[in-house]
């Protein structure tokens, strides 16, 4: 575990990086943020909140035996989204669980 004095040193990083994206274990879409010097010259680590698999987005210190990041793994550049306006519901969630939530509150909302 992080000690307390890492923990607070690096939850000062900035953020300025987020990826959103689907567990393939468990399904949950998620967004995580991260430094974008992390990604670029370090090792990023997401835990998924669904299943708490951890995720490797980013190993550029050949921690894991390998130097990649996404852009390698998927083998195509990621997606790179510049305007918050595009950060939908459904663009964060997906379409079909957007459509579920939405079933769910009419259900819900009808009841009461």
Same mark, same amino acid.
């Given at each position: ?50 299943? &708490?698999?951890?995720?490797? @987005?980013? #190993? ?6 390998? %130097?990649?990041?996404? /852009?390698?793994? $998927?083998? &195509?550049?990621?997606?790179? @989204?510049? #305007? ?6 459904? %663009?964060?969630?997906? /379409?079909?669980? $957007?459509? &579920? ?12």
């Amino acid at each position: 575990m992080l000690s307390r004095v890492v923990s607070r040193a690096l939850s000062k990083l900035p953020r300025d990086m987020h990826l959103v994206f689907t567990c393939k274990v468990c399904e949950t879409r998620s967004v995580k943020g991260m430094s974008k010097q992390a990604y670029n010259e370090g090792v990023v680590i997401c835990r998924c909140p669904g299943c &708490q698999k951890l995720h490797l @987005i980013a #190993d550029n210190l050949n921690y894991f035996g390998q %130097k990649r990041n996404l /852009e390698d793994i $998927l083998g &195509q550049p990621i997606e790179t @989204i510049t #305007d918050v306006a595009e950060f939908s519901p459904a %663009k964060i969630i997906g /379409e079909e669980k $957007l459509t &579920q939530l939405q079933l769910e509150d009419r259900s819900l909302a009808s009841q009461s």
